[in-house]
């Protein structure tokens, strides 16, 4: 295993600061603070615009599974499942990577292997092609996102700089997302779909460009180490199965014979992984992990939080465009308000750590995204947005901050230092393959309901309630059996910034 440490910021927050962080081997910091300031950017950059691939995909999919010629609009539930499926999948690998290999090198590698994927989107001319290349692009995103949050760690030294840039790429996530919906409905409104795609892959290899050329030389922190390859493989194999299990069984049904052989052979992967990881010497993911306190009802939370979350988001794209018939425009525009109480969400999760314990913290992320999806689940079929569908969208917001903020706490809490990268990036994947899973769980249920397709608003309101449903067994979960106290730890020492980047930009040279 690297030498891994795990940074706790408690001023300011968030999402990204709390991933694992490497301890820098050389200094390898740039003389320059309008070169910091650069890299700062473009790192950020890089972290939105795979952000945005995923909310692009979220709200366009029916559109761009019409176009697609999907006969079955439901299941234009894989166009954005499959790029969370494997970004989620493999982002437990990919931090590794970053400390054996360089964490430049798979940024860098993350980057021109999401644009290539996302350039190749443009020349799908079927559904199954296109979401292949979104499972692809999905790879992409798992090497940028840990190793762009470890090379702020490197570019930049402990302090309010550093801890500025990761409280803005926490915010990534409710950024761009919105931009996302936005730049879909643009792109499907006035051009070919397509077109969405050439300008996320031509913006990602531009970064890509950039980034070789500012960020740093940067010496692996454990370039002698192993990687659990076997493993490796073993884990994403099974879980990638197991997802496209459920994925799949609302276009071809459980009677198909190969839908019940995939989830037994998913079933049967997972648990030779977990054999070999038992027995490894070097496990990417050691079982003793789950035996700490509060760890394993923590994490069966933050994954039907997030399956909770994609399902509410999901039913509630299909809701506004389908049922209401509001273009992908309109509903970036409905849900303007995710945008700004998401950042509020941010910085509120990074207000109440030093004040109240995590587990509540974790309660009220989980209690809102409750409340939202009942919010959508009893709506009328034509209604004003301004009664259910606002109130639902802010209540939504809350839950993807506060939830990951908290969780990573009390895990970082959970477990013993050699753990705590381990614990981060498990964290990380079960926000992102909840999101995935969620809603083959919830299609499968949709379909078993609305087996005809003659009452949509039923399907919609029976995944929306099985939503609903794993968010209170989630809450029920936290309250009972995960507990920490206050997070009163000291956070960096702000005099032990070498340069103040908000000093830098308040007060130009």
């Not at 092609?129 to 995103?141: D, E, K, L, P, Y």
């Not at 994954?303 to 999901?314: A, H, V």
Request: glycine share 10%.
């Amino acid at each position: 295993m690297s030498t891994i440490t795990t940074i706790t910021i408690q001023r300011p927050p968030l999402q990204a600061a709390v991933i694992a962080q490497p301890r820098p081997t050389t200094p390898g910091l740039p003389a320059s603070t309008k070169r910091r300031v650069a890299i700062a950017g473009f790192l950020l950059l890089a972290n939105l615009v795979q952000m945005i691939s995923n909310g692009a995909t979220v709200a366009g999919g029916f559109e761009i599974g019409r176009e697609l010629g999907v006969g079955d609009i439901r299941l234009s539930n894989w166009v954005a499942a499959s790029y969370p499926l494997t970004q989620g999948t493999f982002v437990l690998v990919s931090g590794r990577l970053g400390s054996v290999y360089g964490h430049k090198q798979m940024l860098l590698l993350g980057c021109a292997w999401f644009s290539l994927w996302s350039l190749l989107n443009m020349a799908c001319r079927s559904f199954l092609s296109f979401n292949i290349a979104r499972g692809f692009t999905g790879m992409g995103g798992a090497l940028i996102l840990p190793n762009a949050v470890a090379m702020i760690g490197i570019t930049f030294p402990p302090g309010r700089s550093r801890n500025f840039c990761l409280g803005i790429f926490g915010a990534a996530a409710p950024i761009g997302g919105y931009v996302g919906a936005v730049l879909a409905g643009i792109f499907t409104m006035f051009t070919p779909w397509r077109f969405l795609f050439l300008f996320l892959g031509l913006l990602a290899a531009v970064v890509s460009v950039i980034l070789w050329k500012l960020l740093p030389h940067e010496s692996p922190v454990d370039k002698d180490g192993k990687i659990d390859w076997v493993g490796a493989a073993l884990g994403t194999t099974g879980l990638i199965l197991f997802n496209f299990t459920w994925n799949q069984a609302p276009a071809v049904g459980w009677e198909n014979p190969y839908q019940i052989g995939i989830l037994v052979g998913s079933v049967v992967v997972l648990s030779v992984f977990a054999i070999w990881e038992f027995y490894c010497p070097a496990p990417i993911m050691p079982l003793g992990i789950w035996k700490a306190p509060s760890f394993l009802p923590l994490m069966v939370s933050v994954l039907m939080s997030f399956m909770s979350f994609g399902i509410m988001l999901w039913y509630t794209v299909a809701w506004i465009q389908i049922v209401r018939n509001w273009s992908v425009l309109q509903f970036a525009a409905a849900w303007t308000p995710f945008l700004f109480f998401g950042v509020f969400a941010a910085w509120w999760a990074s207000w109440l750590i030093p004040r109240i314990p995590a587990q509540y913290i974790l309660a009220i992320g989980l209690l809102s995204v409750a409340i939202a999806n009942i919010l959508i689940a009893t709506m009328p079929a034509q209604q004003s947005y301004w009664v259910q569908v606002f109130p639902a969208t802010i209540l939504m917001s809350f839950c993807p901050d506060l939830v990951f903020t908290a969780a990573q706490i009390i895990a970082s809490n959970s477990v013993n230092r050699s753990q705590q990268g381990v614990a981060a990036s498990l964290t990380g994947v079960l926000l992102l393959y909840g999101n995935s899973i969620g809603l083959g769980f919830a299609g499968t249920i949709e379909m078993q309901v609305d087996k005809s397709n003659e009452n949509p608003l039923l399907g919609y309101r029976s995944a929306l309630w099985f939503g609903c449903g794993i968010a209170v067994f989630a809450l029920a979960l936290d309250l009972l059996f995960v507990r920490m106290e206050k997070d009163v730890r000291e956070g960096w020492d702000d005099a032990e910034d070498q340069e103040d980047i908000l000093g830098y930009i308040s007060i130009p040279e």
